[in-house]
């Protein structure tokens, strides 16, 4: 990490709202353990500005970290047992686990994230040498599609090398959550999420190329307007398996256009080759697919081109297309998303807008004018709870840091 970022963490840590969470965590970690809590770490959560479904495909993205989050006070204890408890879900208890055995365990719910994690984190070799008592707070919605479970993963390994003096940088403890996700949860999602919290940086969105791992940061110039998030309180449900489903097939549209282009993933492909070679795929759905896969690539690279050329019309602009792919070919949104789309794009002062993260639920992100921000949430939820019968929840976001100790 260099400099700058390091001053930013310093001063979220210091920062009057840092404070109050860090002696609420501290206070809780009091009573559930009956002992002091020796650190407080914060990760953040993620925002997905454009680059949808793109991560698994060798394709660009451009997420933020958000300055919501999840917190943790943490300690070692003298035994080789972990106790996991969350704020957000009390009425679970303290969750325990040896950590010489960790397995996924269908009871122990939220804590098989940060057993995941601990668990890649001891089979790469990390010298994890003795259990700990960790208390969580996050002010991330559940199941909301801003990466509340990969803020725990990236949390947890910083606060493990934060405690045990680990040498693992930002970007690695990214790839551990990952990992942790696709062989201990059974996800198969990308590398995203994790490297947007891991890597986050304040007022700077990421345009990451997840082939290579090369990113640059973009200030997040939006001028007089403001990043609202819209969560369809839609719980994701059948999600996972549907996220795993798009996923393979889009690998088996791959396998088809290999017999025929020496690529290795959509993301290498331009639109023009790829409209050239679809027929091979043999299959509509799956063409649908990867097409979106290949334009909502080629999307993203103009998108960052267009934003750094201040041409934020043009973002917004992207951004539509790229929820219309996602309704249309790659078949993620469903009404719920679909409804807070449509109604955002007939309130005035909108630039862009557009569902965000995995779908099936979840939020929408939507770029709006600062004096509209109102009207908007007023509008929109209205027009929300009428169709679906249900209400939305509005944020309006600001981009942040990674993680660090209160
Ligand atoms: C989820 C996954 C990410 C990414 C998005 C869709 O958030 O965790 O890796 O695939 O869905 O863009």
């Given at each position: 990490?260099?400099?700058?970022?390091?001053?930013?963490?310093?001063?979220?840590?210091?920062?009057?709202?840092?404070?109050?969470?860090?002696?609420?965590?501290?206070?809780?970690?009091?009573?559930?353990?009956?002992r002091?809590?020796?650190?407080?770490?914060?990760?953040?959560?993620?925002?997905?500005?454009?680059?949808?479904?793109?991560?698994?495909?060798?394709?660009?993205?451009?997420?933020?970290?958000?300055?919501?989050?999840?917190?943790a006070?943490?300690?070692?204890?003298?035994?080789?047992?972990?106790?996991?408890?969350?704020?957000?879900?009390?009425?679970?208890?303290?969750?325990?686990?040896d950590?010489?055995?960790?397995?996924?365990?269908?009871?122990?719910?939220?804590?098989?994230?940060?057993?995941?994690?601990?668990?890649?984190?001891?089979?790469?070799?990390?010298?994890i040498?003795?259990?700990?008592?960790i208390?969580?707070?996050?002010?991330?919605?559940?199941?909301?599609?801003?990466?509340?479970?990969?803020?725990?993963?990236?949390?947890?390994?910083?606060?493990?090398?934060?405690?045990?003096?680990?040498?693992?940088?930002?970007?690695e403890?990214?790839?551990?959550?990952?990992?942790?996700?696709?062989?201990?949860?059974?996800?198969?999602?990308?590398?995203?999420?994790?490297?947007?919290?891991?890597?986050?940086?304040?007022?700077?969105?990421?345009?990451?190329?997840?082939?290579?791992?090369?990113?640059?940061?973009?200030?997040?110039?939006?001028?007089?307007?403001?990043?609202?998030?819209?969560?369809?309180?839609?719980?994701?449900?059948?999600?996972?398996?549907k996220?795993?489903?798009?996923?393979?097939?889009?690998?088996?549209?791959?396998?088809?256009?290999?017999?025929?282009l020496?690529?290795?993933?959509?993301?290498?492909?331009?639109?023009?080759?790829?409209?050239?070679?679809?027929?091979?795929?043999?299959?509509?759905?799956?063409?649908r697919?990867?097409?979106?896969?290949?334009?909502?690539?080629?999307?993203?690279?103009?998108?960052?081109?267009?934003?750094q050329?201040?041409?934020?019309?043009?973002?917004?602009?992207l951004?539509?297309?790229?929820?219309?792919?996602?309704?249309?070919?790659?078949?993620?949104?469903?009404?719920?998303?679909?409804?807070?789309?449509e109604?955002?794009?007939?309130?005035?002062?909108?630039?862009?807008?557009?569902?965000?993260?995995?779908?099936?639920?979840?939020?929408?992100?939507?770029?709006?004018?600062?004096?509209?921000?109102?009207?908007?949430?007023?509008?929109?939820?209205?027009?929300?709870?009428?169709?679906?019968g249900?209400?939305?929840?509005?944020?309006?976001?600001?981009?942040?840091?990674?993680?660090?100790?209160?």
């Open positions: 990490m260099h400099g700058p970022q390091r001053e930013e963490h310093a001063a979220a840590a210091r920062s009057e709202k840092g404070a109050d969470m860090k002696e609420k965590l501290l206070e809780e970690f009091r009573s559930v353990f009956g002091e809590a020796e650190r407080v770490f914060f990760a953040p959560g993620r925002v997905n500005l454009i680059g949808e479904h793109t991560d698994y495909n060798g394709g660009h993205v451009f997420p933020c970290a958000l300055t919501i989050g999840t917190y006070a943490a300690a070692k204890n003298s035994d080789g047992t972990l106790r996991f408890y969350s704020m957000n879900f009390k009425e679970k208890g303290v969750i325990t686990a950590i010489g055995d960790l397995k996924n365990e269908k009871e122990h719910d939220w804590a098989n994230y940060p057993k995941g994690v601990l668990k890649i984190m001891l089979d790469a070799g990390y010298s040498p003795s259990g700990m008592d208390v969580y707070f996050g002010n991330i919605p559940n199941s909301s599609g801003l990466s509340s479970s990969a803020s725990v993963e990236v949390l947890t390994g910083y606060a493990a090398r934060e405690l045990f003096g680990l040498a693992v940088d930002f970007v403890l990214a790839k551990l959550g990952q990992k942790a996700e696709n062989e201990f949860i059974g996800v198969n999602c990308g590398i995203m999420d994790q490297f947007a919290i891991a890597m986050g940086k304040k007022e700077h969105a990421i345009f990451l190329d997840t082939a290579t791992l090369s990113y640059e940061y973009a200030p997040l110039v939006l001028g007089d307007s403001k990043l609202v998030i819209a969560c369809s309180n839609k719980k994701r449900g059948l999600g996972d398996s996220y795993n489903e798009r996923r393979s097939e889009c690998e088996a549209a791959l396998a088809k256009l290999q017999t025929v020496d690529i290795r993933s959509l993301g290498e492909l331009t639109e023009e080759e790829f409209e050239a070679n679809r027929a091979v795929i043999g299959d509509e759905v799956k063409e697919r990867a097409k979106h896969a290949v334009y909502e690539n080629q999307r993203t690279i103009r998108a960052v081109a267009a934003l050329a201040n041409d934020i019309e043009e973002f917004g602009r951004m539509i297309a790229s929820h219309e792919s996602l309704r249309d070919d790659y078949e993620v949104t469903g009404i719920e998303l679909d409804t807070l789309v109604t955002a794009l007939a309130q005035e002062g909108v630039i862009g807008s557009r569902m965000t993260g995995a779908g099936f639920g979840g939020c929408t992100v939507s770029i709006v004018r600062a004096d509209r921000v109102d009207a908007f949430i007023r509008n929109v939820g209205e027009a929300y709870i009428n169709r679906i249900y209400g939305a929840d509005f944020y309006v976001v600001e981009a942040g840091c990674g993680p660090y100790t209160l």
